[in-house]
């Protein structure tokens, strides 16, 4: 697989019927290693260890409705009251990141009302936080910490 601009990271991989699989440790499965699986994996090792998220708070690949269409996220991460903190769509590193991708990040966020969005194809970053009485997002330089913010366990 392709290197990311992630730190590198250990992962477990198995090889069944001649498919690679990639040990998700949120889902606690092992899961068909595809180029956006190798990003989300990524990511996700990403926000545990240099951005020091508890497992308990990341959910992954989960299954939304938004106007009556089933849709999937990425990652998200809750705050301890239960509501969303971060969202994450995450992208094969041969797509390009566009306008594109943050409306239906956006979108995603109109249901889940999360206070910040990343964006990613594992090559490029991006990162915002809303401002939901402008309806609006503003980019940063970087998502907070989980010590910075103040959350729970």
């Excluded at 392709?2 to 899961?31: A, G």
């Excluded at 566009?98 to 249901?111: I, K």
Aim: aromatic share 14%; proline share 3%; charged share 25%.
């Amino acid at each position: 697989m392709q290197k990311l601009n992630f730190p590198t990271y250990s992962f477990r991989f198995k090889n069944n019927e001649n498919k690679i699989s990639i040990f998700d440790c949120i889902r606690k499965k092992f899961v068909v290693l595809q180029p956006e699986e190798w990003v989300r994996q990524h990511c996700v090792h990403y926000l545990i260890n240099q951005k020091k998220y508890p497992l308990s708070h990341i959910n992954v690949e989960k299954e939304l409705k938004i106007n009556g269409l089933k849709k999937r996220y990425d990652i998200v991460i809750y705050n301890s009251d239960g509501s969303i903190h971060l969202i994450v769509e995450c992208k094969a590193p041969k797509i390009k990141i566009n306008q594109n991708t943050f409306d239906q990040v956006a979108r995603y966020n109109l249901a889940l009302k999360a206070s910040f969005l990343m964006v990613t194809n594992g090559l490029n970053h991006y990162y915002c936080k809303m401002d939901f009485i402008a309806e609006k997002y503003n980019f940063l330089q970087d998502i907070p910490n989980y010590k910075i913010i103040g959350l729970k366990n």
